[in-house]
């Protein structure tokens, strides 16, 4: 509806600053892979009158592409704190602080002749990531309307996808990927950064946030008539009143709380196998091996990035219809069928990989068997991995619960990135039968066990996850276990 056109203006402001700069990192640093390694080696001719053996340059190639999910990963472990104890728009506002030192670095780094710059701000690109992504998920479903709590939260995976593309196309040589722009193209993200951060200032903090954790029902009262510009929130605010209710006062759940906590043991394995494990599905490792079957495909070399961008654009527009559909169909469907697919799909990938040069025509059917893989993708894991975790935790669980959904996934990501050559190397076209093993287990796991959120209160969810937590148990659920308020 027209009168949520605020809520809207607030999902692009957080998407600009927030899944965006997830996007643009994992992809804007392939461009410039030959540039910035002949930045080293310059470097190091400049310090020690000797040029860099290959092996030395390629570590550090690998360290700069890296530590990205290193800093993530630290961005994370924060997200359980800081948005708690300054607020969720504070948090963001921080955040962007911390991308624009981050472009500063890059910028400088050449003059400075300094690849360490470039570690530098890698790092604190990741930190940008790992704590904007976290508390984007957060601020947004927390201002978000039940009924559009699932399109609102996918729309992170649509900024993701929105990233990807754009740093494909500014790294290609006609925009910004030649040896003189290369310090701009990856200090692009301070950009958005700035964005975010003038034009948040004129947005609320989350409503949830201020009722729940601080206690300020009118702020929470005003932040909701603003930005869903209606005066009727009687069951809105009912709904928080059900959150905050006797347990006011006890400390916010820590990250042991969340592990050890039987009341949320099967929202933590529905966020850690299907939603923080998405990185184990093989959607990055098929990035990677992309190259090599347009390669064996006949494809020119410098044709590649163009596919590269197709390949892009259908994960974004697949995202999106995954957004018209996610309320209508729901998570579960979407999810668990995307990764049956997937698993389907990759079998047969592996299958015709192994027959690649029995007919001149397979290697252009691989080519079709990766776009499907990513359509699939993007309707179901890509989007859903990001809308469910904002309804499966109540307010004082879901800071640590997204330190955990962090950590997983940004450790995840840095052991693929890292392993993946080596396994390739052992494995051939068959590495991809461990990811079509965790896709058929994901689906298996989401078919079966995991409750439907579509259209349901933070309390509701909570009560059809009590089944299975407490199922051999008689439903004598204790509210005080799941402890609804967030105070330190």
Partial sequence: ???????????????????????????????????????????????YDAPVDESTNQLIWSLIVAVLSLGAWAGAIHSGSLPVTYGRKKALLFNNVVAIVAALFMLF???????????????????NVGLGLSVHLMYLGECSPKTLRGFLTLTSSMFIGFG??????????????????????????????????????????????????KGDTEGSRKALQWLWQEDDLKLEMDDMQK??????????????????????????????????????????????????????SGIPKDQMHYLAIGIGATELI?????????????RKKLMGYGYLLMGVTMSLLTVMLSIKDMN????????????????????????????????????????????????????????????????????????????????????????????????????EIMEDFNKLNYKNREAEIEMIDATLATKF
């Fill in 164 to 213: 990807k593309v754009m740093g494909q196309i500014i790294g290609i040589k006609e925009v910004m990927g030649t040896e003189e722009m290369w310090p701009y193209l990856l200090a692009v993200s301070g950009i958005p950064a700035i964005l975010q951060f003038v034009t948040l200032l004129f947005f609320p903090e989350a409503p949830r946030y201020l009722y729940i954790d």
């Fill in 1 to 47: 509806a027209l009168q949520y056109w605020r809520l809207y203006l607030l999902t692009v402001v957080l998407g600009i600053g927030g899944s965006f700069q997830y996007g643009i990192q994992v992809s804007v640093i392939a461009s410039p892979a030959v540039h910035v390694q002949s930045f080293v080696n310059h470097t190091w001719m400049w310090r």
């Fill in 360 to 459: 001149s025509a397979i290697p252009y059917v691989n080519i079709a068997l990766i776009f499907c893989v990513i359509c699939i993708y993007g309707l179901g894991p890509s989007g859903v991995s990001m809308a469910l975790p904002a309804d499966l935790f109540l307010q004082a669980w879901r800071p640590s619960a997204y330190v955990i959904s962090g950590t997983i996934n940004w450790l995840g990501m840095f052991l693929v990135g890292m392993l993946f050559g080596y396994i390739v190397d052992g494995l051939g076209q068959f590495c991809f039968l461990i990811f079509v093993a965790y896709c058929f287990l994901s689906a298996g796991f989401l078919l079966y066990f995991v409750p439907e959120t579509k259209g349901k209160t933070m309390v």
């Fill in 109 to 127: 780094s050449r003059i400075a002749k300094s690849f360490e710059m470039i570690l530098v701000g890698r790092f604190l690109y990741g930190y």
């Fill in 318 to 330: 697949t995202v999106t219809l995954c957004s018209l559909l996610i309320d209508r169909a729901g």
């Fill in 243 to 296: 959150e905050r209710q006797s347990t006011q006062g006890e400390k916010a759940k820590t990250v042991k709380d969340v592990l050890t906590s039987r009341c949320v043991r099967w929202q933590l394995l529905t966020l850690a196998i299907p939603c923080a494990g998405v990185q184990f599905c093989g959607i990055n490792a098929l990035y990677f091996y992309a190259y090599d079957i347009f390669r064996e």
